[in-house]
């Protein structure tokens, strides 16, 4: 008969035993994690894709190479392109894995960030029939990447999860500037377009927890930004730089 001993040497962590500050440390990072478990595919795609033509290069190298008379000169062009390749997808890669643990926290500008998280979410945003528009025009304003990468991501996947019936995002971004705001927010309104409505969350979001609006107010709070929410729309404050 199996037995099976427990090792009661270490307390339980118990819930109603933690700091409220530990407390909501736990739920940032339960919801960091349910943000990157969506992203996971998505990742392991580009980074796939990045390896796909140094892939076909080396097969068409190795073909050239079993010729009777191989030509060298079209070889050496080959291997150099290979090369050039291989260094290419190496930073493609690098950066895919930044978004599973940045190794520093950048400022990037705020509408290029914008637009690579709606590049990376594309068949996601694509999926539940949104339609993300980036209205910040202000190439100067910057914020962190991880906090773009975790409550901003957040934010959207919340959109997508919570309104299933599809629509038209508009992101913006304003400079305001008051003593609960010092550093402007960002501001997500949803239009809901009846043209493009979704039929209810696609098949393979099933596989994964949905994110809801608890999520990105705990990932805000362990960046130190505040956010406001109400019908459709959506505040976050920028951290402090």
Known sequence: MLTHTFDNSKPAICAANMSVESLNDRLAEAARYAVLNRLMPVLRHDMSGAMQPVRMLLMVLEKRLQAADPDLQTIAKNVMSISTLSKQASVNCLDALGWIASSQDTRVSLHSGVDEIAALLSMELSCHAL??????????????????????????LAFCDQYVQGGILHVTFKPVTTDSDPNGHLHLMMVTDVAVRSNGLPDRVGKYRLIDWADVQAMAESCGVQIARGNRWMTVGLPTP
Do not use: K, Y
Not at 132 to 145: F, K, T
Not at 147 to 153: D, E, T
């Open 131 to 156: 339609t993300l528009v980036n209205g910040i025009e202000d190439e100067a304003v910057s914020a962190p990447q991880t906090f773009l990468r975790c409550v901003f991501v957040g934010a959207l």
